[in-house]
């Protein structure tokens, strides 16, 4: 089953391209059509021209960084690149362009006949057809691309496109600035009015608390000066007691030579200095002159006396030393008692004053200072905008303008007709796909087998001259060879009289019926070959006979069947005409006449072969068919629908009679190669056996003088 199914898939896409190849000249035709009219066309469009500007373009940024504020320099932004594709095309920029180049009145005279000028819509809507802008991926490039009928004026367009987006970006930055500036100036007036009215609130307050500064207002008050002073005094006074106390801590602990020596580097009194030399000179004349005089000696007792009276004054002076250091270091400690209490006192004094006087002035204080610090600020960054503006600005760069360019690039003449090669290919195989799909006559032997449930005795193909006139070593004999051995197989290897009936007119019943006796007869059958298509009788101008008398004077029993019966110059193959048909043919193929004319003829030769008119319409047909032993029902390929061959079928089938198979008629080979292959074996058979065909004269002479009677009544 599965295996059946594949091969199902695979006629089904056969059956496409059969119905391809069997309307070829359809397809062909229609894309040849659609080719010529695509060139046509195209010959008749205008030449377009295309330039292109190529612009950089940057954020809002001065090309000197002079406050040093972005630092990071360009980077890609998707968005911003995307805005600004937007802004170039917009009504905006274009407007600009078309009053700037007077496009309205230059279009106006090439589009209206008295040259009025056009509206600025209809020159924007031009205009916005002929742009396109177009990114250069991750780049901060932008293309400006026109094309227009005149390259000067597509250049020239472009150019100015991206001239007049320079003017914008430039102008609405310039814009920006001088309306921040203008801000600026407003909010300063306004921070220089609040900075006023801060000072008057503070010399307000000052004059309300009666609170004295130094240096105006914002300077230090006179009791927070009197304190800092205060607290200075203390401090030293501090230092100095403790220094005395030092001094006096170390001058109580010596005693003798260490605090004579200690003195006058602690204290450097110089009468003491000067009573340790006197005694140190005394003691050095005294030694002296004991050296030469005695203890007892007048002299020596009187510096013995003075010594004593140096070392007992240097007591006494070490003495009031001491006190007096005692002293100063209680008036030192004195004075940083007296000067600790009063800083107490004042510090107290302060703090009352700090809650009550000090501390509004010190909030409209620091009011005042916010507000001049916001001045300040503002101040400066009016200056600094005062700046930027006047540096200069280059958010938009001319990269390449644009050049006329002489070479157009529509229409593309090898684009168009490949597109109509292509378009022309594709709608020849729609209509022949649709003509197949209206087309319901026969076409494939599975057709047959499938609408009219019969077997298919034999193909033939197409242009078929009868055998007579080919010769016998045609390549058409083969295909009646197989239809006469499948009539054999279907008669079960019998002999017998058979009908040759179609569905319609002209779908080449007389011929095959012809070829198919004259097959037989070449292989050794006495055939006998009657035409009994007595309206329109066509066998014997084939083979050349005359049709005076024949099967219609045998029925009217005007004369015997053995006159009528010709021999032809086709060995074993004779001949009965139709004769002239009677005017009154009422009756003429009676039942029970033809029964016995048949039943006659068979018992004479080994095939009857009887030519039938179409049986739709005609009643002879359907008399033939029931007398017979069988009947051959031709069918001509892509001819009648479907149903005429079934309904011929239904009426053969009422008669009684048996259908022996189809013959399908008339198949384009070449053109359908669905049946290609089916005779591709013989016809390779016949070329390849050319050189044994006789010449011209040689196969006339051997169709015998029916050829020559063909030849003189055509």
């Not at 805005?83 to 917009?90: A, K, M, R, V, Y």
């Not at 078309?98 to 031009?126: M, T, V, Y």
């Not at 920006?176 to 000072?199: C, D, F, H, P, Y």
């Not at 298509?533 to 083979?543: F, K, N, Q, S, Y």
Request: proline letters at 4%.
């Amino acid at each position: 089953m599965a295996e059946k199914e594949t091969q199902e898939i695979g006629l089904h896409f056969l059956d496409y391209w059969r119905v391809v190849r069997s309307r070829k000249e359809i397809v062909l035709a229609v894309a040849l059509l659609v080719i010529i009219t695509v060139t046509a066309w195209t010959m008749t469009l205008p030449r377009m021209y295309e330039t292109e500007a190529k612009i950089s373009i940057r954020e809002d940024q001065a090309d000197v960084d002079v406050f040093e504020r972005s630092g990071l320099g360009f980077s890609y932004n998707p968005f911003f690149l995307r805005t600004q594709l937007e802004i170039i095309g917009s009504r905006q920029i274009l407007y600009k362009v078309i009053d700037n180049l007077n496009l309205c009145k230059e279009w106006g005279k090439k589009i209206n006949e008295d040259k009025a000028p056009i509206g600025r819509g209809l020159a924007f809507a031009i205009l916005a057809g002929a742009l396109r802008v177009q990114p250069s991926r991750d780049t901060s490039l932008i293309s400006i691309i026109v094309r227009m009928e005149d390259g000067n004026e597509a250049a020239l367009v472009a150019n100015e496109v991206a001239k007049v987006y320079r003017e914008h970006r430039l102008g609405e930055k310039r814009s920006t600035m001088m309306r921040g500036i203008e801000a600026l100036e407003s909010e300063l007036e306004k921070q220089q009015e609040k900075v006023n009215k801060a000072e008057e609130d503070l010399e307000r307050v000052r004059k309300e608390l009666n609170i004295s500064t130094l240096g105006g207002p914002g300077g230090p008050a006179i009791d927070k000066m009197k304190l800092q002073a205060m607290q200075a005094d203390l401090i030293a006074a501090r230092v100095d007691m403790l220094v005395r106390k030092t001094r006096l801590d170390q001058i109580k602990d010596l005693a003798g030579d260490d605090l004579l020596s200690a003195q006058q580097f602690i204290v450097g009194d110089a009468s003491l200095s000067s009573l340790r030399q006197q005694i140190t000179d005394t003691q050095v004349s005294l030694k002296l002159m004991l050296e030469s005089l005695g203890e007892n000696h007048p002299d020596v007792k009187r510096l013995h006396a003075g010594l004593e009276e140096l070392r007992k004054r240097l007591a006494e002076g070490l003495n009031g030393m001491k006190k007096g250091l005692d002293a100063d270091f209680n008036v030192a400690k004195e004075k940083f008692n007296v000067l600790e209490q009063e800083l107490n006192a004042i510090k107290a004094t302060d703090i009352a004053a700090e809650r009550e006087k000090y501390l509004p002035y010190n909030k409209a204080e620091r009011k005042l200072e916010t507000e001049r610090a916001v001045l300040t600020a503002l101040k400066a960054r009016l200056s600094q905008q005062g700046i930027e503006l006047e540096i200069p600005r280059t958010p938009v760069e001319v990269v390449d303008p644009a050049e006329p360019t002489t070479v157009p690039v529509s229409p593309n003449l090898f684009f168009n007709i490949l597109i109509g090669i292509i378009a022309g290919i594709v709608a020849g195989i729609g209509l022949a796909f649709f003509l197949e799909y209206l087309d319901t006559s026969i076409k494939t032997v599975d057709d047959v087998e499938k609408y009219l449930s019969l077997p298919v005795l034999g193909a033939i193909p197409q242009r078929v001259k009868p055998l007579n006139e080919e010769g016998p070593d045609s390549p058409h004999a083969e295909a009646y060879r197989v239809l006469r051995a499948n009539i054999q197989f279907a008669n079960k290897g019998n002999g017998g009289a058979f009908s040759m009936i179609s569905g319609g007119a002209g779908e080449g019943k007389s011929t095959t019926l012809f070829n198919l006796a004259y097959v037989c007869a070449q292989q050794g059958d006495k055939v006998l070959l009657v035409d009994s298509d007595l309206r329109r009788p066509v066998i014997h101008t084939i083979l050349g006979m005359s049709n005076r008398f024949g099967l219609t004077n045998v029925l009217m029993r005007d004369v015997p069947i053995e006159e009528t019966i010709k021999p032809t110059a086709i060995p074993n193959l004779h001949f009965l005409p139709s004769g002239k048909l009677p005017k009154t043919s009422i009756g003429l193929l009676d039942s029970q006449r033809m029964r016995e004319l048949v039943k006659n003829l068979k018992a004479r030769y080994d095939y009857v072969f009887f030519d039938s008119p179409p049986i739709i319409g005609v009643t002879d047909a359907s008399i033939l068919a029931s007398e017979v032993d069988g009947v051959i029902l031709v069918v001509q390929y892509r001819k009648f629908p479907k149903v005429i061959s079934m309904r011929a079928k239904r009426m053969i089938e009422n008669t009684g009679s048996h259908i022996l198979g189809v013959v399908l008629n008339n198949i384009n080979i070449m053109r359908d190669d669905y049946y290609y292959y089916y005779h591709s074996y013989y016809a390779d058979y016949y070329y390849r056996s050319q050189e044994s065909v006789p010449k011209p004269e040689t196969a006339t002479a051997a169709a015998g003088p029916a050829a020559e009677v063909r030849k003189e009544t055509t």
